[in-house]
């Protein structure tokens, strides 16, 4: 068996992880806990609410779903519902949930717009006991009945600051509105903390026994580097960086017309890059991500819709072309690259004194490197 921590060891002789489970972790080479997801194992097996800030790449999702798939009932029907802000998120939740659901014998059912109605309520007709699901799909389920919250017992806000914002709090504060006794609660985010006030209007007086979790270190190594470009070549950058051995690059705009016209420019001088816009379908979404994932896509082109808790595996690179507008940006853009102790860059493109200004604040890192375009592709 796997070197186990300490705590992996005692669940194991105590049999609180079912067998299959710990057959599973020596497969997939888990060999500890990260602290988020030891610091929540206990609070929410036992039933508690939880509010769970860390850093971006910790683990967040297996944090909350080891626990409380312990918790589930298999063949109860209906018991625990995790919402999330995007259909991305909220797939890539559904792939983590069913790997260490179907060993438990337990069904789990994807809810999210973009994709047919029809066929996700006979999916639901088959009484799946988790449902994943965005939060105004979900809404449409639960007021036609087809998401049953007299049946749930724990609800999981996932990337929970981005769910309190007010285009997603219309859809999620009535779902909880229609939960008519105590349910458990699970909060987690890179920032959940700073949405503490706005979570409690969510969940109104039901947050009795709430468990703070706040873990603040995490060992990825990520390297912060500026590059000044100047604005009229930032474009031509990127074609540049496109040609570097194995280069696959998640790039970041504030825009959507200028992601628009970086990518034609780019298409035209032969560069696999593709956008991942929010008029996109659910469908071609998802064989976007996944042939970037295979390294199909030299550069993935976003915004921060897609900034949030994605997980694409050993990604080199996060690309700024325009800063980001606040720290949280940063932070969420970030951590899609080293992620679990992996190694990553995060490369900011800088045409201005006030954006290198800008940009130091916002990455808060002493060790960041400012470099010319030429010597950043040149060292490579």
Avoid: C
């Avoid at 921590?5 to 497969?27: G, S, V, Y």
């Avoid at 888990?30 to 939880?50: C, H, I, R, W, Y």
């Avoid at 032969?270 to 929010?278: R, T, V």
């Amino acid at each position: 068996m796997l070197e186990l921590n300490l705590r992996l060891i005692k669940m194991i002789d105590n049999n609180t992880l079912p067998e299959a489970w710990q057959k599973q972790l020596e497969e997939l080479g888990f060999n500890e806990f990260t602290a988020v997801q030891e610091e929540s194992f206990e609070p929410l097996k036992d039933g508690m609410n939880v509010i769970a800030t860390s850093p971006t790449g910790t683990g967040k999702t297996l944090a909350y779903l080891l626990p409380l798939l312990l918790n589930v009932k298999k063949g109860g029907g209906q018991q625990l519902l995790i919402l999330a802000p995007n259909s991305e998120l909220a797939g890539q939740i559904h792939d983590v949930t069913k790997t260490w659901a179907e060993p438990l014998g337990l069904k789990a059912s994807l809810v999210i717009a973009g994709a047919s109605l029809k066929r996700q309520i006979e999916r639901l007709k088959k009484a799946p006991e988790i449902v994943i699901a965005t939060p105004g799909r979900a809404l449409e389920l639960v007021k036609d009945k087809k998401i049953k919250m007299t049946a749930i017992n724990t609800i999981v806000l996932d990337e929970v600051d981005q769910l309190v914002e007010d285009g997603q709090f219309n859809f999620v504060k009535p779902i909880i509105n229609r939960t008519p006794k105590d349910y458990q609660f699970a909060f987690y985010s890179a920032t959940a903390d700073s949405q503490l006030e706005k979570i409690q209007q969510i969940a109104e007086n039901k947050l009795s026994n709430l468990v703070e979790i706040n873990v603040t270190e995490t060992d990825s190594n990520v390297e912060h580097i500026f590059v000044e470009v100047e604005k009229r070549k930032k474009v031509d950058f990127l074609r540049q960086l496109a040609h570097l051995p194995n280069m696959r690059g998640l790039v970041f705009f504030n825009k959507l017309d200028d992601l628009g016209n970086a990518e034609q420019k780019l298409q035209y001088q032969g560069i696999d890059a593709q956008s991942l816009a929010s008029d996109i379908g659910g469908r071609f979404r998802k064989v976007l991500l996944d042939k970037f994932k295979n390294g199909e896509i030299t550069l993935l082109l976003a915004t921060d819709l897609l900034a949030r808790g994605i997980d694409i595996e050993n990604l080199d690179y996060v690309i700024n072309f325009d800063v980001p507008v606040t720290e949280e940006s940063y932070l969420h853009r970030a951590g899609r690259t080293g992620r679990m102790g992996k190694d990553g860059t995060v490369l900011s493109i800088i045409s201005s004194p006030i954006e290198k200004k800008n940009l130091k604040k916002l990455a808060n890192d002493p060790q960041e490197k400012i470099l010319k375009a030429q010597q950043f592709v040149g060292k490579k």
